[in-house]
């Protein structure tokens, strides 16, 4: 790679938010940064859609109990289940990928764009307003 400018006062920001941010897990963040940008567009749409699907319906389960515990319970195992089957969410990975970035992955900010964010974006629109609140007015109106 061509060598990267001088930053002002000799401050490489990525380097210092890097080494800022070691947690003992710089390897796992990277290698899941890397992942995400290197799924299909599809694969990645596909992986939007199921996850705001289980979002969009963790939030709607919530809205209709009373109880604290209960709401609780209602997005405990939605979300328990897109993190355990890796999907993806848009606003996640707004924090996955740079900290993966900061952490050493060779992404650059255009690739996690483009790579990442538009599809998975995309599908959670579409996850979202087809197929839970689409859904939910044809079956119930207004």
């Known amino acids: 790679p061509a060598a990267a400018a001088p930053r002002p006062h000799g401050i490489d920001a990525r380097r210092y938010m890097g080494a800022m941010a070691k947690t003992g897990i710089s390897a796992s963040a990277m290698g899941v940064a ?28 919530a809205t209709s109990q009373k109880e604290l515990v209960s709401k609780a319970a209602a997005v405990l195992f939605p979300i328990s289940g897109f993190v355990a089957m890796g999907l993806e969410h848009s606003v996640a ?4 990928l ?13 690739k996690a764009i ?17 197929f839970v ?10």
């Open 98 to 110: 740079p900290f993966g970035m900061f952490q050493g992955a060779e992404i650059s900010v255009g």
């Open 34 to 61: 890397s992942a995400k940008v290197a799924a299909p567009f599809g694969v990645a749409f596909a992986r939007g859609v199921l996850c705001n699907w289980l979002v969009c319906m963790a939030v709607w389960m």
């Open 93 to 96: 990975n707004m924090f996955f």
């Open 114 to 130: 483009t790579a990442n964010l538009i599809p998975v974006t995309l599908g959670n629109l579409v996850g979202g307003a087809v």
């Open 133 to 142: 609140a689409l859904a939910y007015h044809s079956a119930y109106g207004n």
